[in-house]
């Protein structure tokens, strides 16, 4: 019985791995998803606004966990252009958690979707190095919407990060000021080997996209293949 129970906790331990980076698979396939439904909705992120990005974070399915405290809690990826200059394809994606803040309040009980726009290279730098509070360590506002709409504002133009929201088949802009924002490093080692960082990933292009970025990655490259903003 001892050395059945031990070969059951050894075969535990083997396949832990394989399972927990088949979660981070399935992380950037939602997160592919859901960056593809809201490109092609009508009223979707100014496409002025994706073209001056430097990174794109998807969390999908973010959730309050504490009813009446505001707090959520969500996992999702962020993607840069590649090369140190930010101006090549969108390589591959690092793991991201997104934790706390006020913005539970919004979400209504409901799982939302979020997509940040970090728009120079300082906000990209800050995140991928370590936790950062959004409207703190990095200055962040909801981002306007619509083919049509003003992207030269104050707020926009000075802004690292531009968030947008969606629930219940409804798109915005929505504040995640009081949030904060990490790399999922337990993720990136899972599903990338150990010792692996964000830097390694996203700067350093250490480590080649897997097959389930293919969709997140070929979204972001057609809609906007070139970096046009002003360094």
């Known amino acids: 019985m001892k050395n059945v129970f031990s070969l059951m906790v050894m075969v535990t331990l083997f396949c832990l791995p394989a399972y927990a980076q088949k979660d981070e698979n399935k992380r950037i396939t939602n997160a592919g998803t859901v ?49 140190k200059e930010f101006n090549g394809p969108w390589g591959a994606p690092s793991m991201m958690a997104l934790e706390g803040g006020s913005f539970g309040l919004q979400l209504g009980g409901q799982a939302t979707d979020f997509v940040l726009l970090v728009m120079n290279p300082r906000g990209a730098a800050s995140i991928l190095s370590s936790q950062v509070k959004l409207g703190g360590d ?15 504002t104050d707020v926009t133009m000075r802004a690292e990060i531009l968030s947008y929201s969606r629930a219940r088949g409804l798109f915005a802009g929505i504040s995640l000021e009081g949030s904060t924002l990490r790399p999922d490093n337990d993720g990136n080692e899972r599903l990338y080997g150990k010792g692996t960082t964000a830097k390694d990933i996203v700067i350093n292009g250490k480590v080649r996209p897997p097959a389930s970025a293919d969709s997140l990655l070929a979204t972001l490259n057609k809609k906007s293949p070139k970096n046009k903003s002003d360094k």
Request: glycine share 12%.
């Open 35 to 83: 960056m593809t439904e809201i490109l092609n909705i009508p009223d979707d992120i100014p496409e002025d606004l994706l073209d001056k990005a430097e990174c794109v974070i998807v969390l999908p399915s973010v959730k309050k966990f504490a009813i009446g405290f505001g707090g959520s809690y969500g996992r999702g990826v962020m993607t840069c252009r590649s090369g």
């Open 138 to 152: 990095v200055t962040a506002a909801a981002g306007p919407k619509g083919r049509s709409a003003a992207a030269s």
